[in-house]
């Protein structure tokens, strides 16, 4: 397990690189970030080779990445062009990003498993195909018009939330988003329980379980559900990463000032500190999160054994 | 059509599912949000993109807190865009070249220091200085010394501070120019001039963390990229005293977010209406809508530094292209009418007394497909057979009237090939481009005016290798024309010179006039008294809560 775990981190060094040496390839053939900060004029030579000597933009592309990642070892990500520090940046946006994400995967949880559990035990009954027919119909529709819908009928026309989050950006305002959010993964975690719980519920195990005469609700949780959630387990896991990422749809619509809102932010001014910044730690995140999910294979299903 | 309606239907079916479970899951519950106190409003912003100091702010949404917070010698009228006396007591001059300026007495910062002449001096010469990398710094390029404290090719600077510039009095100080300029009086009323307070010097982290100012509201708590909360300040002794309690500015990464959030009533004051919204303005918010114009044109530039475009004859199709485009059509079906076809290179916004003259662009500005095609075959037709128009694609809807205006272009001269749009990702993109000067055509020219003088329209777009001159025009007569404009002291006689030097402009169609651009704005039932200045920046000092 332990070498395992090393074995797995090790790996995580390249691609880590990689993944960084090419989003700071990316914004850096976008072209010359400091043209954009004057507006429709043309910043004057002298103040505009200033700004560059600053950020360190008139050194070779690859300098600038080796002095990038020195300092990102120690802590430093760099100044954003409004003269704040990324990592100040950072901890403003990151809290919220994370408080969307939970609100996001606990509904994945609760509901998308609940939902496929339901529909798994009850295949074929009326409540299997109207999931179904629903989780279709919200995997069809995009997030931007599930969450605009939801903006302009809860917001403006019944008035039961803000259609907008505020700054400190409480769980409470974020339910909605959150849903919206979650909204797509959901379906397919309703999808992915279903069909696995559809599968083994015809195993030996199970079989074997109800002829034991144990409790109806204990087969169904100890025996097949912890069997069948292996699938799901690895979605949700990775879901994490992409749900922290793909937030930038969902954060602009409700104006929820997180990572989304940076990212956007940063692309459109070519501030190639803020986007590394942001892209390495979710990378991090995402590399993170898969491990956990691989490991926790283990704790659900005895048979896998890391050496 | 049909598809339509069936995407629309199966949508709601989501929505409801949705909020059928939403509702289970327990709600936040806000309901419209009124702020304590009951006269503070709450208005639309953007993220400043540059530190807020007065010498580096160069774009609106950082320039509207600078106008809240700072007064300088001189101040815009918001409606008529005359420069007045703000803390200027007078400022004489003989010759147009060497100021005299009396600063008002009594006026303080919020922090209770003493502005006087030092306050401005120190600050001008801040922002001029090179090592301080501030983006106006070229507002400064008239003060004799500026080539010392702003070496144009980057070398090292030779000294820290204006040497024409020199306190002469607590409250006097002259100003020596490098050249007559007889408008720099009216030039003061830029936020690049405002006063500093000592405490931006010695703390300037601090400073910049909570701008400190001598204006009608003082920040009270600044949230970067979220949030500012501006309060009327009480010791405030100028004669435009805040109307209302105070500001607090909310930053929308989405303008249709901030129009939603104002149809919720969560918000009180958006500035800038999506254009996807205009359509229904109107009927969702009546009368508390306002579109008023701005210092703002739009034209197409042309790069001559490409030789295809600058060979005798060009002009003449260059005028073609601004005969073929459909002016009146284009800004009522796309832009609403927010736009007005432009007839001259300036704005209305200036008034006639100020320069704006319409019709002064004449034929060469009407719309006529038949002399467009005339004009175009005798100046050589279009260079490789096509024109590109090039713009930036992520933001301003600009997509949306490039394909018109090139749509026009091709009925025009029959041929549907004849103009293509050039989409660029990213604005930055854009810009280093033009700066590369690697344009091949046309290119989306955008001017927002520093201050409403007929010399900012004109001199910094066209005169030779001047700092937005991104076509690299030039023309002799215009230069002679602007030099001798310039050191006119009569104010008339001035304009008058300008127009003839616009009329050189016109006759080489140094740049296409497209349209000049309004400034718009809704609010809320909570709110009178709203208007826009000619910056198209909300007068919020005059807003009326409740």
């Known amino acids: 397990m332990g070498r395992y775990v090393v074995r797995r981190l090790l790996q995580m060094i390249p691609v880590f690189i990689g993944s960084t040496l090419l989003i700071f390839l990316m914004v850096n053939v976008m072209g010359d970030p400091i043209a954009g900060l004057c507006g429709d004029k043309q910043c004057d030579a002298a103040t505009s080779a200033q700004l560059k000597k600053e950020f360190g933009l008139d050194k070779p592309v690859w300098q600038q990445y080796l002095t990038y990642m020195g300092h990102v070892f120690t802590g430093d990500f760099g100044t954003a062009f409004n003269g704040q520090k990324v990592t100040e940046l950072m901890a403003t946006a990151f809290p919220v990003t994370i408080r969307l994400t939970i609100v996001a995967i606990l509904f ?84 992915l329980t279903r069909t696995s719980i559809a599968e083994n519920r015809r195993s030996d195990y199970v079989r074997t379980a109800v002829a034991k005469g144990l409790p109806r609700q204990r087969v169904i949780v100890r025996h097949l559900l912890r069997n069948s959630l292996i699938p799901v387990v690895t979605f949700i896991g990775t879901d994490i990463g992409a749900l922290m990422g793909g937030a930038i749809v969902t954060e602009r619509i409700f104006n929820i000032h997180g990572v989304g809102y940076q990212l956007y932010q940063g692309i459109l001014r070519q501030n190639t500190q803020t986007v590394v910044g942001f892209v390495t730690v979710l990378v991090l995140v995402f590399l993170v999160a898969n491990l956990l999910v691989d490991l926790l294979y283990a704790v659900l299903d005895p048979r896998i054994r890391y050496a | 059509m049909r598809g339509g309606t069936h995407a629309k239907w199966a949508a709601c079916a989501a929505a409801v599912a949705l909020a059928a479970t939403a509702c289970g899951g327990g709600d936040s519950g806000g309901g419209s949000g009124s702020s304590d106190g009951g006269a503070v409003l709450s208005s639309s912003w953007g993220d400043p993109q540059n530190p807020l100091e007065p010498a580096n702010t160069n774009e609106v949404q950082g320039g509207k807190v600078l106008d809240m917070i700072f007064r300088s010698l001189k101040k815009y009228n918001p409606e008529t865009g005359k420069a007045e006396d703000m803390l200027a007591e007078k400022i004489d001059t003989t010759d147009s070249q060497n100021f005299t300026i009396t600063v008002k007495d009594g006026w303080t910062f919020s922090n209770g220091e003493k502005v006087t002449a030092k306050s401005f001096v120190d600050a001008w010469n801040y922002g001029a200085s090179l ?34 510039l020199k306190v002469t009095g607590t409250n006097t100080f002259t100003v020596k120019l490098n050249q007559k300029f007889s408008t720099f009086p009216d030039t003061l009323g830029y936020p690049a001039y405002a006063p500093l307070p000592q405490a931006f010097f010695t703390d300037h982290a601090g400073w910049v963390k909570k701008p400190i100012g001598n204006g009608p509201y003082t920040i009270e708590s600044y949230t970067k990229g979220s949030q500012m909360a501006l309060k009327k300040w009480d010791g405030y002794k100028g004669p ?43 009927s969702d918010l009546g009368d508390r809508y306002i579109n008023t114009p701005a210092g703002i044109i739009q034209t197409l530039a042309f790069p001559f530094y490409d030789k295809n475009w600058n060979k005798p004859g060009m002009e003449k199709v ?79 809807s600009h997509k949306e009237w490039v394909d018109a205006v090139c749509n026009s272009i091709n009925n025009a001269l029959g041929n549907d090939k004849a103009c293509v749009g050039n989409p660029v990702g990213t604005f930055a993109d854009f810009r280093s481009q033009i700066t590369a000067k690697k344009m091949s055509g046309p290119f989306r020219a955008g001017w927002q005016m520093d201050y409403p003088l007929i010399q900012n329209f004109l001199q910094p777009l066209y005169y030779t290798n001047a700092s937005s001159n991104d076509g690299k025009w030039t023309n002799k007569d215009f230069d002679k024309l602007v030099n001798e404009a310039n050191a006119e002291t009569d104010t008339a006689k001035a304009v008058e010179k300008f127009q003839q030097a616009e009329g050189v402009v016109r006759d080489n169609m140094a740049a296409i006039p497209l349209w000049y651009q ?24 005059e807003i009326k809560v409740g």
Not at chain 1, 169 to 184: D, N, Q, R, Y
Not at chain 2, 526 to 539: D, E
Request: hydrophobic content about 35%; overall charge neutral.
């Open chain 2, 518 to 541: 309004n400034g718009s704005a809704g609010y809320s039932e909570r709110l009178s008294n709203v208007k826009l200045n000619p910056f198209s920046v909300p007068v919020y000092n």
């Open chain 2, 318 to 396: 260059r005028t073609g292209l601004s005969r073929a485009i459909n002016r009146d059509q284009i800004t009522q079906t796309i832009f609403q009418k927010t736009r007005t076809p432009a007839t001259d290179w300036t704005s209305p916004v200036l008034g006639k007394e100020g320069g704006f003259k319409e019709g002064l662009c004449g034929d060469a500005c009407d719309y006529d497909p038949a002399a467009a095609k005339k004009l175009i075959k005798e100046g050589g037709g279009l260079p490789g057979g096509q024109v590109k128009i090039t713009y930036n694609a992520d933001t301003g």
């Open chain 2, 240 to 282: 435009d005293k805040a109307q209302n309690g105070g500001v607090t500015l909310k930053v929308y990464t989405d303008n249709n977010t901030a129009y939603t959030d104002l149809m919720a009533g969560n918000l009180d004051l958006v500035d800038d209406v999506p254009a996807a919204q205009l359509k229904n303005v109107k």
């Open chain 1, 108 to 191: 994945e949880i609760v509901i998308g498993i609940t939902l496929g559990v339901i529909t798994g035990l009850r295949r074929g009954r009326p409540v299997d195909t109207s999931v179904l027919l629903l989780t279709l119909v919200v995997i069809s529709v995009p997030t931007f018009v599930t969450g605009l819908l939801l903006q302009l009928l809860l917001g403006v026309e019944w008035g039961w939330i803000k259609p907008s989050v505020s700054t400190d950006a409480t769980f409470g305002e974020l339910i909605v988003p959150g849903l919206v959010l979650a909204s797509v993964s959901l379906a397919y975690v309703t999808r």
């Open chain 2, 131 to 164: 090592k301080n990398n501030q983006k106006n710094a070229y507002f400064f390029g008239y003060i004799d010394g500026y080539d010392k404290t702003h070496p144009e090719d980057g070398s090292k600077q030779t000294a820290d501070t204006l040497s024409g």
